[in-house]
């Protein structure tokens, strides 16, 4: 049986993953990097992350 790798995930780390894919999208890259990482935790207000950094 194939289960959604992410569906263990809590809301928010899906938002997060959702918001790095969007900034990968617009910096045109094929790829989601630790980079577009940073920035969907970034752009995740309500996270800690957001916060710490």
Known sequence: ???YPFERF???AKKVLTL???EAERSRHS???TEH???GLLREHEGLA???L
Do not use: D, F, K, N
């Open 1 to 3: 049986m194939a289960v």
């Open 10 to 12: 809590t809301e928010r």
């Open 20 to 22: 790095a894919q969007e």
């Open 31 to 33: 790829y989601i990097g």
């Open 37 to 39: 990482l940073l920035l």
């Open 50 to 52: 957001a916060h710490v």
